[in-house]
Every structure is written in structure tokens, then in C-alpha cells.
């Protein structure tokens, strides 16, 4: 089955500066990669996502680029502000199933003021 | 905005006694599923329904997990016999074309 793996797993960063998270997927079928945000105690909350016939999206300071051919996705946010700061997860998901994810680790990102 | 909403928000139970959380999906929603998440680690796929029955889960749902969606608005898990490895916030997810999952704002089970 599917399998995520998303890197670093802490990243702090002064405000301003821009954070990066990778992920890599193993079933070349997963064709849909939404990126989830999750403040402390609270649901995840979708917050990007990419199809596998894009290369990259953008909305205001969020971006996620995917390399098919490498099976990894990237989530990028710059002018990161204090508010960024959450556990931000990636997941994976193929077209035709039941529209299961599977997500990885996550990445805890602090944004320091 | 829609929301899926879910009761109760936390639950404490003994170990061996059956509990069931309850979702409420968006109305237009076609399909449900439950994650768990334990304490500090990633959420995991348990289930996944649509038209009235299973439509795929994880090893995790074992013989002890049931969902049912009674009537035409919740949506149920139930845990027959809780174990304390069964301690976890589980959210209820659904969707309306298996893309875009919306979830709820989780129900956080304490086995004792």
C-alpha cells in the first residue's frame, strides 16, 4: 500500500523567512496530495492540495510543487508569520479508490516573532 | 460553512467497555470515514463507507471496530470491547467526491 514520508519533522523559523516540508509517496497510482494544518488540539484543516496533472499551485503565500517522476510533493510558505505556526501534515491519495489519505508524520513548524 | 461536527468531544471509559462516537457529515457529503490520531503522532486511515456500506479499511479496524450510519444524518464508530492501546483522538472525515476531506473537530477517547 501506499506509503508517506515527510521530512523534517521540527522546523523553526524566524518570522519572515520562508519554510519548506518535503514528502515522498511510493504508489505511483496516488494522483491527489493535500496539504493539512493542525493547531494544537484542533481538526486538520485543509490548506492546499495538488493534482497529479499540475506542477505547481500557488495561493497568497502557499505554494506545493510535485515531481511525479521522483514521487515527491513540497509544501513552501513564505513571509512565514507567527500565525503559521502548527503541526502541518502531508497525505497522499489515489484516484478511482475511496478517496482514502495517507498521511504522513508531520512536521512541527515554529515561527519565531 | 458546513461543518462535520462530532460527540462527545471526549470520552473516558474502562477497559472492556463498549463506546460509540458519533459525526454528524455535511449533508451533501457521499463519503465518510474515521482517523484516529494518537497523542502526538500521525492520523491514520481507519475506514472508509459509502452507499450504505464499507468501502475499505485499515488493518487497525479489526473485529472489535463497527461503523453504522443509522439514519440519514450520523454516522457511527463503535469500539466493542476498548483496550487501553485504543486511547486516541478519532475524527470523522467525509467528502463529496472523494477529494477534498472535511473533518471534524474530533472526539478524544481515554481508555482507563
Known amino acids: 500500500g501506499e506509503n508517506v514520508e515527510q521530512h523534517p519533522s521540527t522546523l523553526s523559523v524566524q518570522e519572515g523567512d520562508s519554510a519548506v516540508i518535503k514528502c515522498t509517496y511510493s504508489?505511483?497510482?496516488?494522483?491527489?496530495f493535500p496539504w493539512y494544518k493542525q493547531e494544537l488540539g484542533k481538526r486538520p484543516q485543509l490548506i492546499i492540495d495538488?493534482?497529479?496533472?499540475?506542477g505547481e499551485k500557488k495561493d497568497q503565500r502557499i505554494a506545493v510543487t510535485l515531481n511525479k517522476t521522483a514521487k515527491h510533493f513540497s509544501l513552501h510558505i513564505t513571509e512565514t508569520q507567527p500565525e503559521d505556526s502548527a503541526v502541518y501534515f502531508c497525505?497522499?491519495?489515489?484516484?478511482?479508490?475511496?478517496?482514502?489519505?495517507?498521511f504522513g508524520q508531520g512536521t512541527t513548524l515554529q515561527v519565531k516573532p | 460553512e458546513p461543518e462535520v461536527t462530532q460527540t462527545p468531544s471526549h470520552q473516558v471509559t474502562q477497559m472492556g467497555q463498549e463506546v460509540i462516537l458519533r459525526c454528524v457529515p455535511i449533508?451533501?457529503?457521499?463519503?465518510f470515514y474515521w482517523y484516529r490520531q494518537i497523542l502526538g503522532q500521525k492520523v491514520e486511515f481507519l475506514v472508509s463507507?459509502?452507499?450504505?456500506?464499507?468501502?475499505?479499511k485499515s488493518e487497525i479496524f479489526d473485529d472489535q471496530f463497527s461503523v453504522e450510519r443509522p439514519d440519514g444524518s450520523n454516522f457511527t464508530l463503535k469500539i466493542r470491547s476498548t483496550k487501553l492501546e485504543d486511547s486516541a483522538m478519532y475524527f470523522c472525515?467525509?467528502?463529496?467526491?472523494?477529494?477534498?476531506?472535511?473533518f471534524g473537530e474530533g472526539s478524544r477517547l481515554t481508555v482507563l
Open positions: 449533508s451533501n457529503h457521499l463519503y
Open positions: 495538488i493534482r497529479s496533472n499540475v
Open positions: 504508489d505511483s497510482a496516488s494522483n491527489y
Open positions: 472525515a467525509s467528502s463529496q467526491e472523494r477529494r477534498e476531506l472535511f
Open positions: 463507507f459509502y452507499n450504505n456500506e464499507i468501502s475499505e
Open positions: 497525505a497522499a491519495s489515489s484516484l478511482g479508490n475511496t478517496g482514502k489519505l495517507i
